[in-house]
């Protein structure tokens, strides 16, 4: 049973900098990857970034390309996201996420991926505001 616990959320000014952290735990090898969804007020959720357990490999989405890094511990039990720069429109409840077929970043780089993906954390809200 695999578990996903986010942290790291809170209200950041516009420009600051804010931490996530997914604690993952009960992964077989099936799984290849994990995840960051975020789902703003009003809109849809969107696939952030994700990452490769096997090389470490990663792929952002648009808003986060030249902002956001993702990145993982040498074990594949834990996963961050460091957010730089933020904007107000990164407001979102952020979502750790991971799933079998399709992959993680498969659901990530898709409209509507985050439909296929199954495995979902609580979610940690990141609010930036002046």
């Known amino acids: 049973q695999v578990q996903l616990v986010e942290s790291g959320g809170g209200s950041v000014q516009p420009g600051g900098s804010l931490r996530l952290s997914c604690a993952a735990s009960?992964?077989?090898?099936?799984?290849?990857?994990l995840a960051w969804f975020r789902r703003a007020p009003g809109k849809e959720r969107e696939g952030v970034s994700c990452?490769?357990?096997?090389?470490?490999?990663?792929y952002y989405g648009d808003s986060a390309k030249a902002r956001f890094t993702i990145s993982k511990a040498a074990a594949k039990n834990m996963v961050y996201l460091q957010m730089n720069n933020v904007k107000p429109e990164d407001t979102a409840v952020y979502y750790c996420?991971?799933?079998?077929?399709?992959?993680?970043?498969?659901?990530?780089?898709?409209?509507?991926?985050?439909?296929?993906?199954?495995?979902w954390g609580k979610g940690t809200q990141v609010t930036v505001s002046s």
């Open positions: 990452i490769h357990f096997s090389d470490g490999s990663t």
């Open positions: 009960g992964f077989t090898s099936g799984y290849t990857g």
């Open positions: 996420v991971t799933n079998l077929t399709p992959s993680p970043c498969q659901g990530v780089r898709g409209p509507g991926g985050h439909r296929g993906m199954d495995i």
